[in-house]
Protein backbone atom coordinates (compact mmCIF):
# COMPACT_ATOMS: atom_id res chain seq x y z
CA UNK A 1 0.00 0.00 0.00
CA UNK A 2 1.15 3.14 -0.60
CA UNK A 3 1.86 5.76 2.49
CA UNK A 4 3.34 9.61 2.63
CA UNK A 5 5.07 11.25 5.34
CA UNK A 6 5.66 15.13 5.75
CA UNK A 7 8.40 15.42 8.64
CA UNK A 8 7.59 18.80 9.42
CA UNK A 9 4.57 19.42 11.85
CA UNK A 10 4.96 23.11 11.83
CA UNK A 11 7.03 25.33 9.82
CA UNK A 12 7.44 29.43 10.51
CA UNK A 13 8.81 31.70 8.12
CA UNK A 14 9.38 35.20 7.99
CA UNK A 15 7.25 37.05 5.00
CA UNK A 16 9.41 37.04 1.50
CA UNK A 17 11.99 34.79 2.23
CA UNK A 18 11.81 31.25 0.62
CA UNK A 19 10.20 28.20 1.83
CA UNK A 20 10.49 24.05 1.11
CA UNK A 21 8.01 22.22 3.11
CA UNK A 22 9.10 18.27 2.57
CA UNK A 23 7.02 15.18 1.47
CA UNK A 24 8.17 11.48 1.01
CA UNK A 25 6.13 8.68 -0.34
CA UNK A 26 5.85 4.62 -0.85
CA UNK A 27 4.60 3.59 -3.34
CA UNK A 28 5.72 0.45 -5.64
CA UNK A 29 5.63 2.20 -9.15
CA UNK A 30 5.58 5.37 -10.74
CA UNK A 31 3.43 7.47 -8.61
CA UNK A 32 0.57 9.90 -8.60
CA UNK A 33 1.46 13.00 -6.32
CA UNK A 34 -0.58 15.73 -5.41
CA UNK A 35 0.42 18.75 -2.84
CA UNK A 36 -3.15 20.63 -1.64
CA UNK A 37 -3.86 23.47 0.48
CA UNK A 38 -6.23 24.17 3.27
CA UNK A 39 -6.62 27.77 4.51
CA UNK A 40 -8.00 28.03 7.74
CA UNK A 41 -11.94 26.93 8.30
CA UNK A 42 -11.85 25.66 4.28
CA UNK A 43 -11.66 22.74 2.25
CA UNK A 44 -8.80 21.73 0.22
CA UNK A 45 -7.68 23.29 -3.30
CA UNK A 46 -5.08 21.57 -5.52
CA UNK A 47 -1.80 23.34 -5.64
CA UNK A 48 -0.30 21.22 -8.14
CA UNK A 49 0.17 17.60 -9.17
CA UNK A 50 2.54 14.89 -10.96
CA UNK A 51 1.84 12.47 -13.39
CA UNK A 52 4.77 11.95 -15.51
CA UNK A 53 7.36 13.64 -17.75
CA UNK A 54 8.91 17.16 -15.99
CA UNK A 55 9.90 16.15 -12.49
CA UNK A 56 9.74 20.08 -12.00
CA UNK A 57 6.23 20.84 -12.13
CA UNK A 58 4.49 24.63 -11.45
CA UNK A 59 1.84 25.04 -9.58
CA UNK A 60 -0.90 27.81 -8.69
CA UNK A 61 -0.29 30.87 -6.12
CA UNK A 62 3.40 30.71 -7.06
CA UNK A 63 4.17 27.13 -5.85
CA UNK A 64 6.62 25.06 -7.43
CA UNK A 65 7.23 21.40 -6.85
CA UNK A 66 10.23 18.54 -7.75
CA UNK A 67 9.76 14.81 -8.11
CA UNK A 68 13.13 13.17 -7.42
CA UNK A 69 12.59 9.55 -7.97
CA UNK A 70 15.83 8.62 -6.15
CA UNK A 71 15.12 10.12 -2.94
CA UNK A 72 11.20 9.26 -3.08
CA UNK A 73 10.97 12.85 -2.80
CA UNK A 74 8.44 15.67 -3.65
CA UNK A 75 9.40 18.83 -2.08
CA UNK A 76 6.96 22.25 -2.52
CA UNK A 77 8.80 25.42 -2.66
CA UNK A 78 8.00 28.42 -3.32
CA UNK A 79 10.87 31.17 -3.78
CA UNK A 80 9.30 34.22 -1.58
CA UNK A 81 6.30 33.86 0.42
CA UNK A 82 3.71 36.05 1.29
CA UNK A 83 1.26 36.49 4.71
CA UNK A 84 -1.64 34.72 2.62
CA UNK A 85 0.41 31.54 2.33
CA UNK A 86 0.08 30.63 5.98
CA UNK A 87 -2.22 27.74 5.65
CA UNK A 88 -2.14 23.90 5.77
CA UNK A 89 -0.50 21.60 3.23
CA UNK A 90 -1.33 18.19 2.53
CA UNK A 91 1.05 15.97 0.35
CA UNK A 92 -0.95 13.34 -1.07
CA UNK A 93 0.32 10.12 -3.27
CA UNK A 94 -2.76 8.38 -6.15
CA UNK A 95 -3.53 5.41 -4.72
CA UNK A 96 -2.64 1.64 -6.33
CA UNK A 97 -5.46 -0.98 -6.84
CA UNK A 98 -8.79 -0.31 -8.26
CA UNK A 99 -9.99 2.59 -5.58
CA UNK A 100 -7.70 5.28 -7.52
CA UNK A 101 -8.09 7.35 -3.78
CA UNK A 102 -5.50 8.99 -2.82
CA UNK A 103 -3.60 8.51 0.11
CA UNK A 104 -2.74 11.92 2.41
CA UNK A 105 -0.21 12.89 4.70
CA UNK A 106 -0.79 14.16 7.88
CA UNK A 107 -0.05 17.72 6.83
CA UNK A 108 2.48 20.98 7.72
CA UNK A 109 1.46 24.00 9.32
CA UNK A 110 2.97 27.18 7.70
CA UNK A 111 3.20 30.36 9.88
CA UNK A 112 4.27 33.39 8.49
CA UNK A 113 5.77 36.26 10.56
CA UNK A 114 5.64 39.61 8.93
CA UNK B 1 -21.55 24.47 -11.09
CA UNK B 2 -21.59 24.92 -7.40
CA UNK B 3 -18.75 22.25 -7.14
CA UNK B 4 -19.54 20.36 -3.85
CA UNK B 5 -21.27 20.62 -1.16
CA UNK B 6 -21.84 19.65 2.21
CA UNK B 7 -25.18 20.12 4.80
CA UNK B 8 -24.61 21.26 7.42
CA UNK B 9 -21.63 23.44 7.89
CA UNK B 10 -21.79 22.74 11.97
CA UNK B 11 -23.75 20.34 14.15
CA UNK B 12 -23.51 19.34 17.84
CA UNK B 13 -25.30 15.90 18.75
CA UNK B 14 -25.29 14.19 21.80
CA UNK B 15 -23.86 10.69 22.45
CA UNK B 16 -25.95 7.65 21.20
CA UNK B 17 -28.01 10.29 18.10
CA UNK B 18 -27.91 9.51 14.71
CA UNK B 19 -27.73 12.32 11.97
CA UNK B 20 -26.74 11.92 8.48
CA UNK B 21 -24.31 14.05 7.00
CA UNK B 22 -25.22 15.25 3.11
CA UNK B 23 -23.13 15.36 0.10
CA UNK B 24 -23.66 16.36 -3.53
CA UNK B 25 -21.74 17.26 -6.66
CA UNK B 26 -22.46 18.44 -9.69
CA UNK B 27 -19.72 17.31 -12.13
CA UNK B 28 -20.74 13.90 -12.39
CA UNK B 29 -17.69 12.65 -10.96
CA UNK B 30 -18.16 8.68 -10.22
CA UNK B 31 -15.78 8.70 -7.33
CA UNK B 32 -16.76 9.93 -3.76
CA UNK B 33 -15.32 9.80 -0.72
CA UNK B 34 -15.31 11.06 3.31
CA UNK B 35 -12.82 12.08 5.24
CA UNK B 36 -12.12 12.83 8.67
CA UNK B 37 -9.61 15.42 10.09
CA UNK B 38 -8.58 15.31 13.18
CA UNK B 39 -5.35 17.22 14.59
CA UNK B 40 -2.23 16.06 13.72
CA UNK B 41 -3.58 13.26 12.19
CA UNK B 42 -3.86 14.49 9.02
CA UNK B 43 -7.17 13.64 6.53
CA UNK B 44 -8.64 9.85 7.31
CA UNK B 45 -10.75 7.88 4.60
CA UNK B 46 -14.21 6.79 6.16
CA UNK B 47 -15.69 5.19 3.05
CA UNK B 48 -15.71 5.83 -0.82
CA UNK B 49 -17.77 5.17 -3.62
CA UNK B 50 -16.54 4.17 -7.02
CA UNK B 51 -19.87 4.90 -9.01
CA UNK B 52 -23.60 4.61 -8.04
CA UNK B 53 -24.49 1.59 -6.11
CA UNK B 54 -21.40 0.83 -5.12
CA UNK B 55 -19.05 1.62 -1.82
CA UNK B 56 -16.07 0.29 0.21
CA UNK B 57 -14.34 0.94 3.60
CA UNK B 58 -11.96 3.20 4.21
CA UNK B 59 -9.20 3.79 6.94
CA UNK B 60 -11.81 4.66 9.87
CA UNK B 61 -15.18 2.89 8.73
CA UNK B 62 -16.52 1.55 12.08
CA UNK B 63 -19.46 3.90 13.19
CA UNK B 64 -20.35 4.86 10.13
CA UNK B 65 -22.37 4.05 6.83
CA UNK B 66 -23.10 5.36 3.50
CA UNK B 67 -24.91 4.71 0.36
CA UNK B 68 -24.72 5.45 -2.86
CA UNK B 69 -28.11 5.71 -4.87
CA UNK B 70 -27.36 8.30 -7.26
CA UNK B 71 -24.09 9.95 -9.01
CA UNK B 72 -24.79 13.21 -7.39
CA UNK B 73 -25.57 11.87 -3.81
CA UNK B 74 -23.31 10.55 -0.90
CA UNK B 75 -24.35 10.59 2.09
CA UNK B 76 -22.42 9.38 5.59
CA UNK B 77 -24.85 8.64 8.62
CA UNK B 78 -23.35 8.11 12.12
CA UNK B 79 -25.34 5.78 13.50
CA UNK B 80 -24.40 6.09 17.62
CA UNK B 81 -22.66 9.25 18.09
CA UNK B 82 -19.89 8.92 20.23
CA UNK B 83 -17.60 11.59 21.51
CA UNK B 84 -14.66 9.98 19.25
CA UNK B 85 -16.51 10.88 15.80
CA UNK B 86 -16.21 14.61 17.46
CA UNK B 87 -14.19 16.00 14.17
CA UNK B 88 -14.35 18.12 10.61
CA UNK B 89 -15.66 16.19 8.10
CA UNK B 90 -14.85 16.59 4.57
CA UNK B 91 -16.44 14.96 1.18
CA UNK B 92 -15.18 14.81 -2.04
CA UNK B 93 -15.03 13.97 -5.46
CA UNK B 94 -12.96 13.25 -8.73
CA UNK B 95 -13.56 11.36 -11.93
CA UNK B 96 -12.45 7.93 -12.73
CA UNK B 97 -8.68 8.42 -13.09
CA UNK B 98 -5.76 8.12 -10.35
CA UNK B 99 -4.33 11.13 -11.71
CA UNK B 100 -7.46 13.42 -11.30
CA UNK B 101 -7.36 15.85 -8.34
CA UNK B 102 -10.14 15.54 -5.67
CA UNK B 103 -12.62 18.58 -5.54
CA UNK B 104 -13.81 18.75 -1.83
CA UNK B 105 -16.86 20.22 -0.11
CA UNK B 106 -16.43 22.78 2.81
CA UNK B 107 -16.43 20.66 5.65
CA UNK B 108 -18.66 19.73 8.25
CA UNK B 109 -17.74 20.35 12.33
CA UNK B 110 -19.43 17.86 14.15
CA UNK B 111 -19.48 18.02 18.05
CA UNK B 112 -20.55 15.35 20.16
CA UNK B 113 -21.17 15.81 23.82
Known amino acids: AQSVTQPDIHITVSEGASLELRCNYS??????LFWYVQSPGQGLQLLLKYFSGDTLVQGIKGFEAEFKRSQSSFNLRKPSVHWSDAAEYFCAVGASGGSYIPTFGRGTSLIVHP | NAGVTQTPKFQVLKTGQSMTLQCAQD?????MSWYRQDPGMGLRLIHYSVGAGITDQGEVPNGYNVSRSTTEDFPLRLLSAAPSQTSVYFC????????????FGPGTRLTVT
Open chain 2, 92 to 103: ASSYRDRGDEQY
Open chain 2, 27 to 31: MNHEY
Open chain 1, 27 to 32: YGATPY
